[in-house]
Nanobody, 126 residues
Framework: VQLQASGGGTVQAGGSLRLSCTAS????????MAWFRQAPGKEREFVAA????????LYKDSVKGRFTISRDNAENTVYLQMNSLNPEDTAAYYC????????????????????WGQGTQVTVSS
């Protein structure tokens, strides 16, 4: 499975961006896809995840109400709509995938995802 992420950029605080992640290769069947982010000098952290089969989602508390994860199963693509961005959201954003439908308690862990895309940089200026 290969993941291709896109959509990063630089915006002012309060602005919006939409990230996309498209899976190719062996990309059918039950899947969980997620977004993580990593700021300089910090560990990679969970942002949001979605279960392909039923659309069940999970969010990091600080992004609830501002970010929305969604999927297009026909296109094997997951989106992360990010609104009301603030400088603390600045990071490299990574999409990740696993060929199973994770339960919510597992979705936050980086170790559950064997497939990773390249990072896409999001910079929010104040």
């Amino acid at each position: 499975v290969q993941l291709q992420a896109s959509g990063g950029g630089t915006v002012q605080a309060g602005g919006s961006l939409r990230l996309s992640c498209t899976a190719s290769g062996r990309a059918s069947g039950p899947f969980t896809m997620a977004w993580f982010r990593q700021a300089p000098g910090k560990e990679r952290e969970f942002v949001a995840a979605i279960r392909r089969s039923d659309g069940n989602t999970l969010y990091k508390d600080s992004v609830k109400g501002r970010f929305t994860i969604s999927r297009d199963n026909a296109e094997n693509t997951v989106y992360l709509q990010m609104n009301s961005l603030n400088p603390e959201d600045t990071a490299a954003y990574y999409c990740a995938a696993v060929e199973s439908g994770l339960i919510k308690t597992s979705m936050r862990s980086t170790t559950r995802y064997p497939y990773w895309g390249q990072g896409t940089q999001v910079t929010v200026s104040s």
